[in-house]
T-cell receptor
Framework: GQQVMQIPQYQHVQEGEDFTTYCNSS?????IQWYKQRPGGHPVFLIQ?????EVKKQKRLTFQFGEAKKNSSLHITATQTTDVGTYFC????????FGTGTRLLVSP | DGGITQSPKYLFRKEGQNVTLSCEQN?????MYWYRQDPGQGLRLIYY???????QKGDIAEGYSVSREKKESFPLTVTSAQKNPTAFYLC?????????????FGDGTRLSIL
């Protein structure tokens, strides 16, 4: 079945440093969604990418969908302590397959 | 205020006992989902339902059962056949199952074995 892997599994940065998580699917995706889960909380939808090569920005967050629609990335510029949490990508049509997640820890 | 309500927040199960986790949504969504999350892990799909009176198994359905008698409700029963039930259970919904719409999640239920 479809598998979605994310790297790194965990990253610890100092506040102000940049952060990137990469998402790779074993199959071509019709779309990719990104979610953020704060510690102890539930996943919250961030954004969706649909077109090949699409790039979207939300303030300090930049999301990219690969040309082959099999990979995606999330880049955070100048991290803040409020960015702490686990970031998941998810792809699929009738049922979403979630990636393994990247846990981000930001030290002040 | 529309949303997804999961109850209880914490649940303890005794050996040989079945327990039911509640999930109710007032978003008028057709599709509903149950996920299991183990510590430090991703989300694994247990069951999903795209319409009332219909549901499909996800990747880890063994030891679980569901029903979808009403659009608003999608309860999950963790049966005694599930030998390792300790986990965080998340319910989600979205407008339609065959759409690109995002999923909305409830606050989750933490299940532990007594």
């Amino acid at each position: 079945g479809q598998q979605v892997m994310q790297i790194p599994q965990y990253q610890h940065v100092q506040e102000g440093e940049d952060f990137t998580t990469y998402c790779n699917s074993s199959t071509t995706l019709s779309n990719i969604q990104w979610y953020k889960q704060r510690p102890g909380g539930h996943p919250v939808f961030l954004i969706q990418l649909v077109k090949s090569g699409e790039v979207k920005k939300q303030k300090r967050l930049t999301f990219q969908f690969g040309e082959a629609k099999k990979n995606s990335s999330l880049h955070i510029t100048a991290t803040q302590t409020t960015d702490v949490g686990t970031y998941f990508c998810a792809g699929g049509f009738q049922k979403l397959v979630f990636g393994t997640g990247t846990r981000l820890l930001v030290s002040p | 205020d529309g949303g997804i309500t999961q109850s209880p927040k914490y649940l303890f199960r005794k050996e040989g006992q079945n327990v039911t986790l509640s999930c109710e949504q007032n978003l008028n969504h057709d599709a509903m989902y149950w996920y299991r999350q183990d510590p430090g892990q991703g989300l694994r799909l247990i069951y999903y339902s795209q319409i009332v009176n219909d549901f499909q198994k996800g990747d880890i359905a063994e030891g679980y059962s569901v029903s979808r008698e009403k659009k608003e409700s999608f309860p999950l029963t963790v049966t005694s056949a599930q030998k390792n039930p300790t986990a965080f259970y998340l319910c989600a919904s979205r407008v339609r199952g065959d759409s690109n719409q995002p999923q909305h999640f409830g606050d989750g239920t933490r299940l532990s074995i007594l």
